[in-house]
């Protein structure tokens, strides 16, 4: 299995509060990923990066930053949580087009 | 962008039979990658197979196996011998080549594999 830990796995928080999640590689895999899960929808691109300090949005980037000072972290920050943020997210990584490896997924509840 | 639809919300297949899940996509590339991800109740996402766009001949891996076909943007996924261990949401995605290599998920089939 790749090295690819995510944190917290679990969090629940309220409305307006700002929200840090965190992944952690030990492949050293150039791009990394956040994707959020919701019923009905599959898993929606948030925010990736080709590099540190180097990101671009995805899909659904609305109220989500990131950053990458760090090869190895890749962290997403919901600025003031909506309940609409509520989500399963999953953190990917991959270092060639035929391959992407997810993270376990941290599990978010705004209230 | 390029979509990708599951047009079946739910299978259901007896252990030991064989099941298909279809995979439509939409896109204008020639060249990109294709894939099925499994996710069992744990939640991890598993690869379970992968097809490069121009490869003719296709994929197959154990038990599973899928049906490229590249004019009609056609993808399916056949299991063999199904086994309740296979029981879990399935994902088909799309990947161009280039361009972040992000993904892009159909919204998933849930197999439920009964004895």
């Known amino acids: 299995d790749a090295g690819i830990t995510q944190s917290p796995r679990h969090k629940v928080t309220e409305t307006g509060t700002p929200v840090t999640l965190r992944c952690h590689q030990t492949e050293n895999h150039r791009y990394m990923y956040w994707y959020r899960q919701d019923p009905g929808h599959g898993l929606r691109l948030i925010h990736y990066s080709y590099g540190v300090k180097d990101t671009d949005k995805g899909e659904v980037s609305d109220g989500y930053s990131v950053s990458r000072s760090k090869t190895e972290d890749f962290l997403l920050t919901l600025e003031s949580a909506t309940s609409s943020q509520t989500s399963v997210y999953f953190c990917?990584?991959?270092?060639?087009?035929?391959?992407?490896?997810f993270g376990p997924g941290t599990r978010l509840t705004v209230l | 962008a390029q979509t990708v639809t599951q047009s079946q919300p739910e299978m259901s297949v007896q252990e030991a039979e064989t099941v298909t899940l279809s995979c439509t996509y939409d896109t204008s590339e020639s060249d990109y990658y294709l894939f099925w991800y499994k996710q069992p109740p744990s939640r991890q996402m598993i690869l379970v197979i992968r097809?490069?766009?121009?490869?003719?001949q296709n994929a197959t891996e154990n038990r599973f196996s899928v049906n490229f076909q590249k004019a009609a943007k056609s993808f399916s996924l056949k299991i063999s011998d199904s086994q309740l261990g296979d029981a879990a949401m399935y994902f088909c995605a799309y990947r161009r080549m280039n361009s972040g290599y992000a993904l892009n998920f159909g919204k998933g089939t849930s197999l439920l594999v009964t004895p």
């Open positions: 097809q490069e766009a121009y490869k003719q």
């Open positions: 990917a990584i991959s270092d060639r087009p035929r391959d992407q490896y």
